[in-house]
């Protein structure tokens, strides 16, 4: 009785946590001008897209800038300490950022991955308050002397980034070796251009790149193909391949392809997927939560390590416009136009992220004008709150009619020995 009652209450828990990326969610501003954070000011968010990182825990990196006794100037923080800019020194070096060429991303450990410009002007690669790797520095014969802005970091704190030899192309490594060198050949097709690159807990790498004599679109590994421009998915023809929203734990990899219905294509008859290498998930034109919609907004995607996915799609209203909305794990989260806080939304960016527990944070502008960074928290289905709390209920009743059983026993005994 005691393993069931334990199981029993071990599985509620599981199915709220489980079912927590299936509900509504509500709605938190975490971060807006006026918010001090270890003794910095937040005074501006920029108006240019920048770059927004959640883990399981709700921690949201981003971007901001600040004005303390130390300085003013774009920084790296999160809503509950502040990282590296407006003149705080790191790691023995001084890194500062403009508004909107950097990257950042956050691990479930709390570990933050950035670049960040050197006193001397070239861009180094930090997590928290540590210089990772710096111009000079040499990994498996290669001196680098550049890095690319979008570093990505794993539970295991291995960050895969984008770096070269001054005046070469861009080559991907990690802190410890390199994992594809640019100009690599797949299927007779010699690849450069790597961007956009994602990586797993298992330390897998996706990335998008182009071919130097044709100029086709490719999604790779250091080790295959995943799609390309000419090939097929799920039967659909591929005529141009997009975002790229991650890999999942379990090695599938999320991007946004182009089709065209009929082929050759027109512009009339273009389709974008939300894709896996061998199946298609979301057709837009289309419709998500009933929601109609007409594309994704700046073609924008980002999924979790179970491949429930984030995207920012539009649907076009009467007189012309569009209505830009975001969804999570295939639920609507917010659109333009809801109320936050009493404020109205009047604009979301297209920068954001989702946990693995399909929590999402984004950026947002509203009608008075002001900038904020925003955490949508998925709330359980009631079947499944109802469902725990059945289940807590039933814990609790086995465990107090143990203790009575126990206690009438425990009289009998004395009883007895009298």
């Known amino acids: 009785m005691k393993s069931t009652s334990l199981l029993l209450f071990v599985a509620a828990v599981f199915v709220f946590h489980s079912s927590a990326h299936a509900g ?48 003013e100037g774009w920084s790296v923080m999160t809503q509950n300490r502040f990282i590296a800019g407006a003149g705080k020194l790191v790691d023995g070096r001084l890194p500062f950022f403009n508004d909107e060429d950097h990257g950042v991303d956050i691990n479930n450990l709390g570990q933050v991955t950035y670049t960040a410009f050197l006193p001397e002007g070239s861009r180094g690669l930090f997590v928290d308050e540590t210089l990772l790797v710096q111009p000079g520095d040499v990994i498996d014969g290669i001196t680098l002397g550049e890095f690319g802005r979008n570093p990505a970091i ?116 273009l389709v974008e997927y939300v894709a896996t290498e061998d199946r298609v998930l979301l057709e837009i034109p289309g419709e998500l939560d009933g929601v109609p919609l007409d594309n994704i907004w700046g073609e924008d995607i980002i999924t979790n390590r179970d491949l429930d996915f984030a995207i920012l799609g539009a649907f076009e209203r009467e007189d012309g416009s569009f209505q830009k909305i975001l969804f999570g794990d295939g639920k609507r989260v917010v659109a333009e136009g809801d109320v936050i806080d009493d404020k109205v939304i009047r604009r979301l960016r297209i920068n954001f992220d989702i946990s693995d527990r399909g929590d999402v944070a984004f950026r947002a502008q509203f009608e008075d004008l002001s900038r904020a960074v925003i955490v949508a928290r998925a709330i359980p289905e009631p079947d499944a709150i109802m469902l725990a709390t059945i289940a807590l209920i039933a814990f609790v009743c086995i465990r107090q009619r143990r203790l009575r059983r126990a206690a009438r026993h425990h009289v009998r005994h004395h009883l007895k020995g009298r």
């Open 154 to 269: 794993n539970d295991r704190g291995t960050v895969a980034f984008q770096g070269s030899e001054v005046g070469r192309g861009w080559s991907i490594f990690t802190q410890n070796r390199l994992v594809v060198e640019n100009g690599r050949v797949y299927d007779g097709h010699t690849m450069v251009s790597f961007s956009d690159l994602h990586i797993n807990n298992a330390g897998e790498i996706v990335f998008g790149a182009r071919s130097s004599n044709a100029h086709i679109d490719a999604v790779l590994t250091p080790d295959r193909i995943v799609a390309i421009a000419g090939g097929t998915i799920d039967g659909r023809p591929v005529f141009q391949l997009r975002d790229i929203g991650g890999i999942s734990d379990s090695g599938e990899v999320l991007f946004v392809a182009l089709s065209c219905a009929p082929c050759p294509a027109v512009p009339n008859t």
């Open 24 to 71: 509504p969610y509500s709605l938190e501003v975490i971060a807006e001008v006026g918010d001090v954070i270890d003794g910095r000011t937040i005074i501006q968010f920029s108006r240019d897209p920048a770059p927004v990182a959640i883990n399981n825990d709700g921690e949201v990196a981003f971007f901001a800038k600040v004005s303390s006794a130390q300085g």
